[in-house]
């Protein structure tokens, strides 16, 4: 069964850290990525790793995020530093067998993880 599960997220004041986790089980992706999407706007490519670890990083968080990938554990991570209350929303990890591309729809979605960041 192919599953992502995020953990991590949760309540933070403006200036602070969280790390993101995503464990995928029974799926191998070239491109491993995470989403946010806040209440009323559209969902926003946050950053993304391919299989080497090259990573892509949305304007809005360049600087203050780190996505990192551990292939051998098949997890993805995502270090939050920085934090502005701008940053709140849903997270969701994805995953997919085509290059990175923060435009495109990947194949495989977690269910997500609350990020609240207050002033």
């Known amino acids: 069964q192919v599953q992502l599960v995020e953990s991590g997220g949760g309540s933070v004041q403006s200036g602070g850290s969280l790390r993101l986790s995503c464990a995928a089980y029974g799926y191998i992706a070239n491109c491993m990525a995470w989403f946010r999407q806040a209440a009323g706007k559209e969902r926003e490519g946050v950053a993304s790793v391919d299989w080497s670890g090259g990573p892509t990083y949305g304007d809005s968080v360049k600087g203050r995020f780190t996505i990192s990938r551990d292939n051998a554990r098949n997890t993805l991570y995502l270090q939050m530093n920085s934090l502005k209350p701008d940053d709140t929303g849903m997270y969701y990890c994805?995953?997919?067998?085509?290059?990175?591309?923060?435009?495109?729809?990947?194949?495989?979605w977690g269910q997500g993880t609350q990020v609240t960041v207050s002033a």
């Open positions: 994805a995953a997919d067998f085509r290059a990175c591309d923060l435009k495109a729809n990947f194949a495989v």
